[in-house]
T-cell receptor, first 112, second 117 residues
Framework: SQKIEQNSEALNIQEGKTATLTCNYT??????LQWYRQDPGRGPVFLLL?????KEKRKERLKVTFDTTLKQSLFHITASQLADSANYLC???????????FGAGTRLFVKA | DTEVTQTPKHLVMGMTNKKSLKCEQH?????MYWYKQKAKKPPELMFV???????INESVPSRFSPECPNSSLLNLHLHALQPEDSALYLC????????????????FGPGTRLTVL
């Protein structure tokens, strides 16, 4: 079965720096990979999507890369802000669009 | 209206009780989902409804029974649950399923925190 690995340890970063989060998966590559943000006790919020034939995608301060050879996606937040502190989940989406497998997320703490 | 609402926010029930979780959206989305999430774990897909028909059942025990009365509403009926079923239950919706779901992601509600005693 498909497994997703995200850094289980929290990532601590200074305000203004770039945070880089990793998502690795096993087995077959999904057609799409999404990133979500989840705050404690809340539902995830969709941030960004990247397709299997795209290398990089940007949206404001966010950048996502997708390497199907390495079976890895990197998620970057540039000029990080205190409000960026949250749990960031990657999700693999398979053809058809319904079946989505989430990683457990990486907890990001941005400090002043 | 761009939100998914879930009621109740918290629910405590005994193993012999019957209760229901409710989810509502008014974004015109035609796909709706139930997920279960335990602490520090990823959301796990339980059920997907597409155009009010059950599209995916991820081998969920029959003590969980989903229902989609119309395109805006999704219920999860609970009966004879076990303590290990205690978790955050998340409802989500997406635009039409398929490509719409992929491009814009899923919209999640705040969840119902369920405790089974």
């Amino acid at each position: 079965s498909q497994k997703i690995e995200q850094n289980s340890e929290a990532l601590n970063i200074q305000e203004g720096k770039t945070a880089t989060l990793t998502c690795n998966y096993t087995n077959y590559s999904p057609a799409y990979l999404q990133w979500y943000r989840q705050d404690p006790g809340r539902g995830p919020v969709f941030l960004l999507l990247i397709r299997e034939n795209e290398k990089e995608k940007r949206k404001e301060r966010l950048k996502v890369t997708f390497d199907t050879t390495l079976k890895q996606s990197l998620f970057h937040i540039t000029a990080s802000q205190l409000a960026d502190s949250a749990n960031y989940l990657c999700a693999l989406v398979y053809t058809g669009g319904f079946k989505t497998i989430f990683g457990a997320g990486t907890r990001l703490f941005v400090k002043a | 209206d761009t939100e998914v609402t879930q009621t109740p926010k918290h629910l405590v029930m005994g193993m012999t009780n019957k209760k229901s979780l409710k989810c509502e959206q008014h974004m015109g989305h035609r796909a709706m989902y139930w997920y279960k999430q335990k602490a520090k774990k990823p959301p796990e897909l339980m059920f997907v409804y597409s155009y009010e028909k059950l599209s995916i059942n991820e081998s969920v025990p029959s003590r969980f029974s989903p229902e989609c009365p119309n395109s805006s509403l999704l219920n999860l009926h609970l009966h004879a649950l076990q303590p290990e079923d205690s978790a955050l239950y998340l409802c989500a919706s997406s635009q039409g399923g398929g490509q719409g779901s992929i491009e814009r992601g899923q919209f999640f509600g705040p969840g119902t925190r369920l405790t089974v005693l």
